[in-house]
């Protein structure tokens, strides 16, 4: 059961302890009315669950409770990209946005100042923080954490290609991320007929496309099944709605979001988080569409892919 608990994300654990402390297995049943991404976890879960013995549930309740309390779980909130905090916390005071950027790193609050009202600005500057008491500032904190998820660092420290990646700028992620796309796009088109490749080069930046043409030279052997891959992937876009900035950055997207299973649905959203909200909810519906689908020889062949990646920027 403990393997089948940790493979949900937060949410849906609690879900899944306290329905089945309170409905029991009839809590089952309820999944029907739930989004048909989160079913099958959470079903299997349960039914496995209600599989032991009476007092080994009450057992598995309990710890189940224990961990969602953990203290290795940290908010988002503190690793978020500045948009996603500025979103959660539109239209608050002066008072209570200065004191949650009194625990965050100076470029984030840059990023958020960008993104208040000139008055909001001008307000934060007559904050006097000495004189709110401590205890205040400690609630206003602790309720400004709880907007964004809590997740255990664990899945990203444990493994060596996510280690390396998990605490990068969001320029150095970018670049990742471009480097996953321009690669895709190479095996792709390698060899492939020129007047199709030409088709795909207009659509692109120049600086984009320049180094597109020097990669598809160098490819290496490929596997004809690796290339179909890739070309399916990119004909699944829709790149009249994409322009030419976004195009290769998009494709990276769907190349990383394969390097997640059902079971890291907690590191999914850190990254997914680590992007500005029009970013990560493109990165999320990737993790949506394809966590299911992913096996873990492709999980392990995209993080090498990662890696690589990560090698070129560095």
Not at 9 to 24: H, N, P
Not at 26 to 41: H, K, M, V
Not at 183 to 192: D, G, N, P, Q, R
């Amino acid at each position: 059961m403990a393997d089948e608990l940790q493979n949900l994300s937060e949410r849906d654990r609690a879900l899944a302890l306290i329905a089945s402390e309170y409905v029991g297995e009839g809590s089952i049943g309820l999944l029907d009315f739930l989004p048909s991404g989160r079913t099958e976890a959470l079903r299997v879960a349960l039914e496995k669950l209600f599989s032991l013995p009476p007092e080994k549930q009450k057992t598995q309740y309990k710890k189940g409770l224990k961990n969602l309390r953990g203290k290795d779980r940290i908010s988002l909130f503190y690793h978020a990209d500045s948009a996603w905090i500025s979103e959660a916390f539109r239209g608050e005071s002066a008072p209570v946005l200065a004191i949650l950027m009194e625990g965050l790193p100076k470029a984030r609050v840059g990023g958020m100042l960008k993104d208040l009202p000139k008055e909001t600005r001008r307000d934060l500057k007559k904050v006097r923080l000495d004189r709110i008491p401590k205890k205040i500032q400690a609630l206003i904190r602790h309720r400004g954490e709880s907007r964004f998820p809590r997740i255990s660092l664990g899945s990203l420290e444990k493994d060596a290609v996510l280690k390396k990646i998990y605490d990068l700028s969001l320029a150095d992620l970018s670049k990742v991320l471009r480097e996953l796309g321009l690669a895709e796009m190479a095996l792709a088109f390698s060899k492939i007929n020129r007047s199709a490749v030409r088709a795909i080069l207009n659509r692109l930046r120049s600086s984009d496309a320049k180094e597109l043409r020097g990669r598809m030279k160098k490819v290496d052997e490929f596997k004809l099944p690796e290339q179909r891959d890739a070309q399916l992937h990119i004909l699944s876009l829709d790149f009249e709605k994409l322009s030419a900035q976004e195009i290769v950055s998009e494709i990276g997207f769907g190349v990383f979001s394969r390097a997640f299973g059902k079971g890291d649905s907690e590191a999914a959203l850190f990254f997914i988080h680590k992007f500005p909200p029009h970013q990560g909810y493109i990165l999320k519906r990737y993790f949506d569409e394809s966590s299911g689908q992913n096996s873990p020889e492709k999980i392990t062949q995209t993080r090498e892919r990662i890696l690589d990646a990560y090698t070129r920027i560095k």
